[in-house]
């Protein structure tokens, strides 16, 4: 049984940073793809960037590109999300993604994604 698990959030002013970290334990996709995507109140859920688990292969949405980089962590089922100059704008719910093989290149819908972990909060005040 696959189970992701977030962890990173928290408070922060205008301009100010956050790691996020993201462990999918039970997962073995090699050719797989894990995300992170974020939800603010009353809007759906959106990728923001995608790690394709079989090779080094980054995708960053337009909106975060230049302050949010995704990586992973070497040897292991597991990924960041670092967010510098936070805007108040990036206020959501984060949530960490994975899908079983075939890599990330088109797949950035929910329905792509076979795994999802609980979410954490990021919050950024003005």
């Known amino acids: 049984q696959v189970q992701l698990a977030e962890s990173g959030g928290g408070s922060v002013q205008t301009g100010g940073s956050l790691r996020l970290s993201c462990v999918a334990s039970g997962y073995g996709a090699s050719n797989g793809c894990m995300a992170w995507f974020r939800q603010a109140p009353g809007e759906e859920r959106h990728w923001v960037a995608r790690?394709?688990?079989?090779?080094?292969?980054?995708y960053i949405a337009d909106s975060v590109k230049g302050r949010f980089t995704i990586s992973r962590v070497k040897g292991k089922q597991m990924i960041e999300l670092q967010m510098n100059s936070l805007k108040p704008e990036d206020t959501a719910m984060y949530y960490c993604?994975?899908?079983?093989?075939?890599?990330?290149?088109?797949?950035?819908?929910?329905?792509?994604?076979?795994?999802w972990g609980q979410g954490t909060q990021v919050t950024v005040s003005s």
């Open positions: 790690y394709y688990m079989g090779g080094d292969g980054k």
């Open positions: 993604a994975a899908r079983d093989g075939d890599g990330c290149a088109g797949h950035y819908s929910i329905d792509h994604f076979d795994y």
